[in-house]
């Protein structure tokens, strides 16, 4: 009987610490891909430009607001523009999601290529109405300070002399945000 009670043991203290084990909690970490005001993941690989220009434009005799931001970085360039009609002059801007739209809501992906023996940003395809949206969280119009989202794809195709499709290349712009970033506000007097 003596001869059992060791491997019963044993058996017994393997079994409380496999379960003791077992109810552990799994640690639950993320990971910011960058701490930059102003940041996107293009086609994957996190980007955060060097260069931002955010501004904000009241034109007085279209009574239109506009906000536009150019990033740039690493031969690669990122614009959105949002126009809201019926606006008044104010430093702020009304918070909301805008979906693209070709008009008033746009989006760009341009690219750095050697165009007529300079360097230029050119369009890497094409942004169709629909194909993403710039959110708008919190302004705060006194530090001039800017929070919110977007995303966007560009679609190049490019077509044979016969006309038909030789491949189709699309540019994700996804988990795009600017936080607490600094604007400028112009009234276009």
């Known amino acids: 009987m003596n001869k059992l009670r060791l491997p019963a043991f044993l058996l017994l203290s393997a079994l409380f610490a496999f379960i003791i084990q077992g109810c552990n909690k799994d640690a639950i970490t993320a990971t910011a891909y960058t701490s930059k ?11 955060a430009p060097d260069t931002v220009s955010m501004i904000i434009t ?34 702020g801007f009304t918070t909301g999601t805008y979906s ?36 708008v969280t919190a302004v705060d119009s006194v530090k001039k300070q800017i929070t919110g989202t977007f995303n966007f794809y560009s679609r190049s195709t490019i077509y044979d002399g016969d ?11 996804t988990s795009g945000e600017f936080t607490n970033k600094s604007y400028q506000y112009a009234n276009n007097q």
């Open 163 to 173: 006309g038909n499709v030789v491949s189709i290349t699309v540019d994700n712009i």
């Open 58 to 91: 009241y034109n007085p005799d279209t009574k239109v607001k506009t906000l536009s931001c150019v990033g740039t970085k690493s031969q690669k360039q990122v614009i959105f523009s949002v126009a809201l009609a019926g606006a008044g002059d104010t430093p």
């Open 37 to 47: 005001a102003f940041q996107a993941n293009i086609n994957g690989s996190t980007w």
């Open 100 to 135: 693209v739209d070709g008009t008033s809501v746009t989006a760009q992906y341009n690219t750095q290529q050697l165009s007529n023996g300079s360097y230029v940003f050119l369009p890497h395809g094409t942004i169709e109405p629909g194909a993403g949206a710039v959110v």
